[in-house]
């Protein structure tokens, strides 16, 4: 019984959560599909180049595997979630630094979604050596309720600076345009866990309150609407 090394692991307000859900915001429960199809991720640059990728283009890159936890805004943590997949900083050092003119002006990245969701990341968070472009779960191909084909994985932020079915990755400098796919005070530009920054305006001690009542009937739309897909 080591309940309280445990506890003392956890960042602060988080509580492990025996399983790992499918989670999101409720409108994107019913976009579930069974099959998003293989991974082809169009990669733009504030400077000019817009190119594709697709799985190939990635096995170039070295392939990496790692346990971390995995917490989401609304307080529950799963723990010990592993990952395969390719680092975020070899993806942008490799196959995209090489075709831009001046790495050097941008700043954040915009991450879009095959399902409509959207999220924002400065690329200094980005670039460490945790971050991955994952495309496998437990030793097996990533399944469509989380991710597939291909999602971030950003341990240190909050689960909605993890989106899934990665469709389109945009590379801006210090001014962009941003539409949050929830309510701003839900979007906090960093959202990293340690710093309980889970949203603006208010502390994170007043976010957790609010959020944890939802958990339960936000688990349950979203397992519904997988279950009702046919396709
Ligand atoms: N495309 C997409 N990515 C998303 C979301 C979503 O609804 N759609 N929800 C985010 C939120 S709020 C969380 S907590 C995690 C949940 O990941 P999981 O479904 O693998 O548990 O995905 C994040 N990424
Ligand atoms: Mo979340």
């Known amino acids: 019984m080591n309940k309280p090394i445990e506890k003392s692991s956890l960042p602060p307000g988080q509580y492990v959560s025996g399983d790992f859900p499918r989670f999101g915001l409720s409108p994107y429960a019913n976009r579930y599909r069974k099959n ?6 169009s990669v733009s640059i504030v400077t000019g180049q817009t190119f594709s990728l697709t799985g190939e283009h990635l096995e170039q890159l070295v392939r990496t595997t790692q346990a971390s936890d995995f917490h989401c ?3 529950w943590t799963a723990k010990n979630i592993r990952w395969a997949g390719f680092r975020f900083i070899d993806f ?10 001046n790495a050097d ?3 954040w990245v915009i991450f879009k979604s095959l399902d409509g969701y959207r999220s924002r990341m400065l690329l200094s968070d980005l670039l460490q050596t945790e971050v991955l472009l994952a495309d496998e779960l437990d030793g097996k191909a990533l399944c469509s309720a989380h991710g597939a084909p291909l999602r971030l994985i950003a341990p240190s932020h909050y689960g909605y600076k ?4 990665l469709k389109a990755i945009e590379f801006h400098g210090r001014h962009y345009q941003f539409k949050p796919p929830l309510l701003s005070f839900m979007e906090h530009p960093r959202a990293r866990v340690e710093l309980e920054e ?14 944890r009542p939802l958990i339960r009937s936000t688990v349950r739309r979203f397992e519904l609407a997988m279950l009702e897909k046919k396709n």
């Open 105 to 107: 002006s941008i700043h």
């Open 92 to 101: 942008f050092e490799q196959l995209v630094k090489p075709r831009m003119t």
């Open 36 to 41: 998003f199809g293989p991974i082809r991720l």
């Open 162 to 165: 993890n989106p899934k079915h």
């Open 198 to 211: 889970r949203g603006r305006f208010f502390p994170g001690w007043l976010l957790r309150l609010l959020y």
């Open 73 to 75: 805004v609304t307080t």
